[in-house]
């Protein structure tokens, strides 16, 4: 990268403007791809308990909008309420976990995490579900027209953890106007069955007893 004004007094200010300054650590987060932090050559390890994981989450994303926004839904968490959005959600997971088909649902988390995105919102799934075949997802088959702000939200954020793409951004994510808090908490188990696989995410404790 050519600078112009290097040797002179603006020299420092033309390489911030350029590069971007080591000093504003939340600038670069906020633009931050939201997938990046979830890749699987990105693995990190795997925790005994599901709070324990969304801590470690916590710690390597330190974006204080971020951190503010997972607290809560630590803090208003219901232990009943599980990882689904619903019994729909619950039911179509579910049976494509266990349809023989779909080797790739356990095989690869890039193809299950998409799955688990794509088949939270009824409308989504009506339009996604013939564009899944027993090997891949074709997004690009997936008609958005008649979903809605939380279909186009969850549809995007599968294509990128399926293709590692970087449209959803942390800034997005944290946007309580474009991500209610069902589909942020949606979007975090997803992006831990994309790090870690569906078999490998740590077990979420009922009670302190259990």
Not at 96 to 110: D, I, N, Q, S
Not at 157 to 164: L, N, S
Not at 174 to 180: A, F, G, S
């Amino acid at each position: 990268m050519t600078y112009f004004m290097a040797g002179t007094q603006l020299g420092g200010v033309e390489r911030l403007m350029r590069e971007g300054s080591e000093c504003c650590p939340e600038k670069r987060l906020k633009d931050q791809a939201v997938a990046d932090f979830f890749l699987t050559r990105n693995h990190r390890s795997i925790a005994n308990t599901y709070g324990e994981q969304l801590a470690l989450l916590m710690k390597r994303i330190p974006y204080m909008d971020f951190r503010k926004r997972l607290e809560k839904m630590v803090r208003e968490a219901n232990e009943k309420d599980g990882v689904y959005r619903n019994h729909n959600h619950e039911r179509h997971f579910e049976l494509l976990k266990e349809y023989p088909g779909l080797v790739p649902l356990k095989e690869k988390p890039a193809y299950a995490a998409g799955l688990f995105l794509l088949s939270a919102d009824e409308r989504l799934w009506k339009t996604s579900r013939d564009a899944v075949t027993p090997k891949e997802i074709h997004f690009w088959d997936i008609r958005l027209a008649e979903s809605g702000t939380d279909g186009y939200v969850l549809f995007h954020m599968a294509r990128d953890f399926y293709y590692g793409t970087d449209f959803v951004k942390l800034a997005d994510l944290v946007d309580q106007d474009l991500v209610d808090d069902s589909i942020f908490r949606l979007i975090i188990h997803a992006g831990f069955i994309r790090e870690l696989g569906l078999s490998k995410i740590p077990p979420r404790r009922v009670s302190e007893g259990s």
